[in-house]
C-alpha cells in the first residue's frame, strides 16, 4: 500500500510564495522519479516538475524559473516551492511516482487578491 500525503497549501495572494511537501510511505520513493501535478476548475491535470534520484528536475514552462522541485530521500518526502506565484496557479497539487498509479489526495493553492 502506497500512501502519499500532500500539505503545504493555501491562499496567497499574487507574488507570494508556499512550499508544497508531499510524504511517501514507502520504500518505492527512494527508486522513484517523483513528480508535481497539478489540476485546476474545469481544466485537465498537467505536469508541473519531475525530479529524479538523482536530483535531474524538469519542469513545465508554466512554472519554470518560478518553481523549484526537491527531495529528501532520508525522509521520502518531496518538495515544491513555489515563488512568484500568480492567480493561474490556482490548483489542486499532488505528487506521484512516475510510472505507478498511486496519486495522493492533493492540496489546494489559491492565488487570489
Known amino acids: 500500500q502506497v500512501q502519499l500525503v500532500e500539505s503545504g497549501g493555501g491562499l496567497v495572494q499574487p507574488g507570494g510564495s508556499l512550499r508544497l511537501s508531499c510524504a511517501a510511505s514507502?520504500?518505492?520513493?527512494?527508486?522513484?522519479?517523483m513528480a508535481w501535478y497539478r489540476q485546476a476548475p474545469g481544466n485537465e491535470r498537467e505536469f508541473v516538475a519531475h525530479?529524479?534520484?538523482?536530483?535531474?528536475?524538469n519542469y513545465a514552462d508554466a512554472v519554470k524559473g518560478r518553481f523549484t522541485i526537491s527531495r529528501d530521500n532520508a525522509k521520502s518526502t518531496v518538495y515544491l516551492q513555489m515563488n512568484s506565484l500568480k492567480l493561474e496557479d490556482t490548483a489542486v497539487y499532488c505528487c506521484?511516482?512516475?510510472?505507478?498509479?498511486?496519486w495522493g489526495q492533493g492540496t489546494q493553492v489559491t492565488v487570489s487578491l
Open positions: 506521484k511516482p512516475l510510472g505507478t498509479s498511486f
Open positions: 514507502t520504500n518505492l520513493f527512494r527508486v522513484a522519479t
Open positions: 525530479i529524479t534520484t538523482a536530483g535531474y528536475t
